[in-house]
């Protein structure tokens, strides 16, 4: 039986070691993007076309439910890919521990790393605590891989690339 290869992309999980996860992103061998929220809870995404040995930028946003609807309201994740929302859908929400502290690891965890063929490269990772619109989204894919700061200008317009505004890029606007 061949155990398939997966890439993390990150994982949410308590300090210490033997605690469980909380949330985590991978992409499997078979181009499958997961994120689960638990063992039980996950939602998987198929059809992302991700080409090899270009720049992709990959957003994953999962919308807590309203307190008050909470108990009737499921939570919903979102994937973007180059600026463009592919897939939603209903993904049970992992609320994190009161006053334990949580630790974030981009890429796989030592623990989990084995010898494997797959290469990747990320450029950066960025997590947010709000909720962030198409449009942030939109905006983030324009700005592009070049950008380096923490989205908190005054005048974000003035990062933008030369080459995003011929087309290509700003191209994300018109849909």
């Not at 999980?13 to 929220?37: K, R």
């Not at 076309?49 to 979102?78: C, D, M, T």
């Not at 859908?89 to 989990?112: D, M």
Request: proline share 3%; aromatic share 12%.
């Amino acid at each position: 039986q061949h155990e398939q290869n997966i890439f993390r992309i990150f994982s949410v999980g308590a300090v210490s070691n033997e605690s469980p996860f909380y949330a985590e992103l991978y992409f499997q061998e078979d181009g499958i993007l997961t994120l689960a929220t638990s063992n039980s809870h996950s939602l998987s995404f198929a059809g992302l076309e991700i080409e090899e040995g270009r720049w992709h930028h990959l957003a994953v946003v999962h919308s807590k439910p309203n307190a008050l609807a909470g108990l009737f309201q499921a939570s919903v994740a979102y994937v973007y890919l180059d600026g463009k929302l592919r897939h939603t859908g209903k993904l049970g929400y992992s609320p994190s521990p009161v006053g334990k502290s949580l630790q974030v690891t981009v890429g796989t965890p030592a623990t989990c790393a084995r010898v494997s063929d797959l290469t990747w490269k990320t450029r950066s990772c960025y997590l947010f605590e709000e909720v962030l619109t198409s449009g942030c989204i939109g905006f983030m894919y324009i700005l592009g891989r070049g950008y380096k700061g923490l989205f908190q200008d005054a005048n974000l317009l003035r990062f933008v690339p030369n080459q995003a505004c011929g087309g290509g890029s700003m191209a994300i606007l018109d849909s």
